[in-house]
């Protein structure tokens, strides 16, 4: 929509200075004219305030009164190139001498009003990141890893847990947005499978959002238990609560979590556990079924499980491919079950791995995530595909809470339908339908969305009219004035 209402202004800009420049003017010559840059409240970032590292929650705290209007400063500056010539992609990386523009109502010490000065261009040596910047490096280093038992009661051995960096940044939240949409749901009553390395349910975060669950490796053990921390992690993005100590809260935090352990304490998981642990999450009655990176869907025992699971009213969320796969198909007639793909990216929107072309139907993100840890539940970042997953996971929730008598397929496509392209259409080959958007999802209907993009296009069509119609006037009074001239002149 913006990027139509950009062209049109241009467009008009266009005929409307056409008009100026064709008129006859005698021997002089029209110049030129540039317009000025807008007025607006700005704050130039400091090394430290009050001894303290610059932050957008800071930021928003000191000047708007509140840090949850992180996210409005966010969005005004995100990819606005800054004096030194970087981007912001992080919210929690800032860099002194950047000018950040804020909201309107921003008030207190060091709030600017006036034109933006003029910074610096940025220099062919540097660049910024974003949809082309490389993802992960293939040998980088390995997750820190952390001892942790296993939930009291449980079945599970002591073992050693695999957790992300202790860094961690807030920008996957912050731009999900996702507490747009409590006002109308939070996934009460949705249960969420997370087919992985279990979750830990000690997690105080996950406290009554965690079912038992089940451990398919052992054959009757619980799933509510976590050796190597990324199923943990995948269900703070789904449904983590709130606490004290600030963590990530996850996308639908009144849903529940069935986890099913899929990885052996190795770290590998078998086809056939992973077939057996798919039909375990849609015979336990989840609704939305995760599907961690340790599951492959080329293997034919996995990929008969998932088409049995589609012919259930299940919506399967799994990893975009990296290499050839045939998509299952559901196993009978009557369908109703979706399989969605999903790609993960980074702030500046560049990839986390390498997927196939065409085989991302949409993105979230899957780099530098935040999220919970074993053993105590603080926050953490990751890196992968499977975070990518528990997002869209999340939103998937929310939606089949707020509109129970979606089919999994309808939830599918209102998540697609209300995604923001990145790419240069609606359907990218690198992004499919582009970034997921958890509260229009829920507080647009599709129907209505699609009749306001009819509506812009229809609008799009009579200001081309007019503007086509101003710049055949401009051509009929340039022709009339040349006429009189020749007349008046004896041309």
């Known amino acids: 929509m913006l990027a139509k209402r950009s062209i049109l202004a241009r467009l008009l800009a266009v005929a409307l200075a056409g008009c100026v420049l064709m008129a006859p003017t005698g021997p002089s010559v029209a110049k030129a004219t540039t317009d000025p840059q807008p007025y607006v409240k700005y704050y130039v970032v400091v090394a430290q305030y009050q001894g303290q590292s610059e932050s957008l929650t800071a930021i928003a705290r000191r000047f708007l009164g509140s840090g949850e209007r992180s996210a409005e400063i966010y969005h005004l500056n995100t990819g606005r190139v800054q004096p030194d010539g970087s981007r912001l992609t992080d919210p929690g990386v800032l860099k002194a001498g950047w000018q950040l523009v804020l909201p309107w109502d921003a008030a207190g010490e060091g ?49 050693t847990a695999t957790t992300g960096s202790s860094s961690r940044s807030d920008w996957a939240q912050l731009r999900m947005a996702a507490d747009s949409a409590w006002t109308l749901t939070r996934g009460n009553g949705v249960k969420v ?26 054959g009757n053990g619980r799933g509510d238990t976590d050796c190597l921390g990324s199923g943990t992690a995948m269900a703070g993005i789904i449904a983590g609560d709130s606490s004290v100590d600030g963590s990530p809260v996850g996308i639908a935090p009144d849903a529940t979590i069935l986890p099913v352990r899929v990885v052996r304490g190795s770290g590998a998981a078998r086809a056939a556990d992973a077939a057996n642990a798919i039909e375990v999450a849609v015979s336990a009655g989840a609704s939305v079924v995760a599907v961690g990176s340790h599951v492959d869907l080329g ?18 969320v799994a990893g975009a491919p990296t290499k050839a796969l045939t998509p299952p198909s559901p196993a009978g007639r009557s369908g109703g079950g979706a399989l969605l793909f999903t790609g993960g990216v980074g702030a500046g929107d560049q990839l986390a791995e ?43 929730a929310l939606i089949r809470a707020a ?18 392209a990145i790419g240069a259409t609606v359907s990218d080959t690198k992004y499919g339908s582009g970034m997921i958007n958890p509260a229009a999802s829920v507080s647009v209907s599709v129907d209505d969305r699609n009749q306001v993009s009819s509506q812009q296009q229809s609008s799009t069509g009579a200001a081309l ?13 340039v022709v009339f004035g040349l006429r009189l001239r020749r007349r008046r002149f004896g041309g």
């Open 111 to 159: 709030v600017k009003y006036g034109q933006l000065p003029t910074g610096k261009r940025p220099t062919p040596s540097v660049r910024p990141t974003g949809a082309n910047s490389p993802g992960p490096v293939a040998g980088s280093p390995s997750p820190s890893r952390t001892s942790a038992s296993p939930r009291p009661g449980g079945t599970g051995p002591k073992c």
């Open 193 to 218: 499978a997370v087919v992985d390395t279990g979750v830990d349910a000690t997690v105080q975060q996950l406290s009554g959002r965690v079912a038992v669950g089940a451990d398919v490796t052992v």
């Open 299 to 316: 293997d034919p025992a996995v990929a008969s499980s998932v088409a049995t699971a589609l012919d259930h009213d299940v919506l399967l």
């Open 354 to 396: 390498q997927y196939v072309e065409g085989g991302v139907e949409v993105v979230a993100p899957g780099i530098d995530v935040a999220s919970l840890g074993v053993g105590g539940g603080r926050a953490v970042s990751n890196t992968g595909t499977e975070f990518a997953v528990a997002f869209v996971a999340g939103q998937a």
């Open 403 to 420: 509109q129970p008598d979606l089919t999994a397929a309808q939830v599918k496509d209102r998540i697609r339908s209300t995604a923001d």
């Open 465 to 477: 009219a007019v503007i086509l119609g101003i710049a055949l006037l401009c051509g009929a009074g």
